[in-house]
C-alpha cells in the first residue's frame, strides 16, 4: 500500500511552492509511464517519496509545439504521439517524431511526455539523442523566474539531472536545423518492437552543391555517461561525398571515442561493432542506400 500525499496543481507556480514545500521529497507525475512502474519497482530512487505531484491540468501551459522564427519551443507534456505526428517536427527536425514513434506501445506513447522521457534521465531515452543531436535548451522554471542550460549539461550524472528542489522543467528549445538537412535514426533492442534501447544513435547531414557534406551532427545514446555529440566522427564527414566506406568510417570514430571515454568493459566486444554498425545505420538513412 502505498502512502503518498497526492497534489494536483492548476498553475505552474504552485508546482514550484509544492515542490520547495516537500524539500526534494515530491516527484512530478506527467504521462506516469516511468515514475509510477518504478515506483511498484521499490526503486531506491523513490525511498524518501512523500509526494506525487500532478501536471495534467496545466496541458495548456506545457502542452505545445510552436515554431518562432529560427526556433521550435516544445512543451513538457508534450507526448511522443505529439511529437511523432507534429507537420513542424516532421518538416524541421524529423529525426525527432521518427524517435518518438519507437518509443513503447501507442498507449504509452499517448501517455509519456518529452518532459517525463528527459527527465528521467535514463541513457536509453529515445528522444534524446536528436535533441542532443540538435544542440537542445532545456528552460527550467523555478520560484525565482526562469533559467536555460542546453540539454547536454542539463545531466549532471549518471541518471542525474540539474534541478533544484523548487524546479521543473517547463519546454525545450531548438534552432532548426540548416534547410536541406536529412535525418536519420536507428536504434538496437532486445526485440523488434515494444523494445528499451541497448544503443541508439540520431545522425544530421547537408550536401553542398557538389554533394559534398557540408554540416554533420552525430549523436548517440547508451554509451557515454552523460549524453553527448561525438564531433570527430563529424570532422571525419565534413568536406568528404557520401558513400559506405565514410559510413563506416564514422562509425570506427564513434566507437572509439566510447572506449576512450569508458574504457575496456565487458561489454566492449558486444558493444563496439554494434555502436558502428548503428552509426552507419542513421548515416543511411540520411541519404539512402545510392550514394554519390
Not at 508546482?15 to 506516469?32: D, S, T
Amino acid at each position: 500500500m502505498f502512502k503518498y500525499d497526492y497534489y494536483r496543481a492548476e498553475t505552474p507556480d504552485e508546482v514550484c511552492e509544492v515542490l520547495a514545500r516537500y524539500q526534494g521529497k515530491a516527484r512530478i507525475v506527467a504521462g506516469g509511464t516511468d515514475i509510477m512502474v518504478q515506483i511498484r519497482e521499490k526503486d531506491k530512487r523513490w525511498k524518501e517519496l512523500e509526494c506525487l505531484l500532478d501536471l495534467s491540468f496545466l496541458e495548456d501551459e506545457l502542452r505545445y509545439i510552436r515554431e518562432e522564427g529560427d526556433q521550435i519551443h516544445i512543451g513538457a507534456l508534450t507526448t511522443h504521439t505529439d511529437l511523432e505526428r507534429s507537420e513542424v517536427i516532421k518538416r524541421w527536425i524529423p529525426f525527432l517524431g521518427k524517435a518518438a514513434s519507437t518509443v513503447g506501445s501507442p498507449q504509452i506513447r499517448n501517455r509519456g511526455t518529452i518532459g517525463g522521457s528527459i527527465c528521467n534521465a535514463s541513457p536509453a531515452a529515445d528522444p534524446l539523442t536528436p535533441l542532443i543531436a540538435l544542440d537542445a535548451w532545456t528552460v527550467i522554471r523555478g520560484r525565482d523566474g526562469e533559467r536555460v542550460v542546453t540539454l547536454k549539461d542539463f545531466y549532471t550524472g549518471q541518471g542525474k539531472v540539474g534541478l533544484k528542489e523548487d524546479e521543473f522543467v517547463k519546454e525545450f528549445t531548438i534552432r532548426k536545423l540548416p534547410e536541406g538537412t536529412v535525418t536519420g535514426f536507428a536504434k538496437l533492442g532486445r526485440r523488434k518492437a515494444l523494445a528499451i534501447s541497448r544503443l541508439n544513435v540520431s545522425a544530421a547531414l547537408r550536401l553542398d552543391e557538389e554533394g559534398r557534406i557540408d554540416f554533420a551532427r552525430i549523436a548517440p545514446g547508451c554509451i557515454f555517461s552523460t549524453p553527448d555529440r561525438v564531433e570527430t566522427a563529424e570532422n571525419i564527414l565534413i568536406g568528404r561525398k557520401p558513400s559506405e566506406e565514410l559510413w563506416r568510417e564514422a562509425g570506427k570514430a564513434v566507437s572509439e571515442e566510447m572506449i576512450r571515454r569508458t574504457g575496456i568493459r565487458w561489454s566492449t566486444e558486444y558493444k563496439q561493432p554494434a555502436v558502428e554498425a548503428i552509426v552507419e545505420d542513421a548515416l543511411t538513412e540520411c541519404c539512402g542506400s545510392q550514394f554519390a
